[in-house]
């Protein structure tokens, strides 16, 4: 199958979340985001409440989860779910099929690329050097360096950044609250379905597209 577009792209700028949309990590955040209530003998969220805060900064998911706790609990939790994810550290995480390939092709194009993550910049950095993607991204918003998603903060730094108007930019996730940040912001939004949420969910936003494999978005590009 050809996913091959017009040389001419009406887009400058690329934005990539990363959890769930160039990483497959969903399993493991969830994973870690019930061991730490375990720790704490909380109630365990469900699977679908993990995924619901994945993209949102360490301190807002777990408000979202645990709204009723005091912030000393809640200061516990994030140091849990911190724990839990380094001592998985040397597990290699996948990235997506064609998510290298993808990005060397958008980079060809001369299409810049940046990233922007619910991740801590510690946490994003590490991965940019254990995938070798660092090499594709010009620029990288987290969410200890703006607002937490969906508050349009961290694409609006990044156009700012780049010089590059809304309207030749886009942004690429795989949740809610990627693509309403992409809404708020003025970028065009590309839904990923095999991440945090599927394809039915994505579509309440109104994207340009919903892509079921990474290599899709080019065509529409």
Request: charged share 20%; net charge negative; glycine share 8%.
């Amino acid at each position: 199958m050809s996913y091959a577009s017009n040389s001419q792209s009406a887009y400058q700028l690329v934005v990539f979340d990363w959890d769930g949309t160039l990483m497959d990590s969903i399993g493991r955040i969830i994973d870690c985001l019930r061991d730490m209530s375990h720790d704490l003998d909380l109630e365990t969220p469900s699977e679908q409440a993990c995924r619901d805060v994945i993209g949102l900064s360490l301190s807002t998911a777990v408000n979202q989860l645990f709204p009723r706790v005091g912030s000393t609990t809640q200061e516990a939790l994030q140091m849990r779910y911190r724990h839990h994810f380094a001592r998985r550290a040397d597990e290699p995480l996948p990235l997506f099929a064609g998510v290298e390939q993808l990005l060397t092709e958008l980079q060809q194009r001369d299409i810049q690329l940046a990233v922007a993550t619910g991740k801590s910049r510690a946490g994003l950095d590490r991965m940019l050097a254990q995938t070798g993607l660092g090499r594709f991204f010009s620029h990288s918003r987290t969410a200890d360096e703006a607002q937490s998603k969906p508050h349009p903060d961290m694409l609006q730094q990044l156009l700012g950044v780049t010089g590059i108007a809304a309207k030749h930019s886009m942004m690429v996730g795989d949740s809610l609250l990627d693509l309403s940040m992409a809404n708020s912001a003025g970028l065009a939004a590309v839904g990923v379905s095999y991440g945090a949420h599927g394809e039915q969910k994505l579509l309440s936003c109104q994207p340009k597209a919903v892509i079921h494999q990474p290599l899709e978005l080019l065509a529409h590009i």
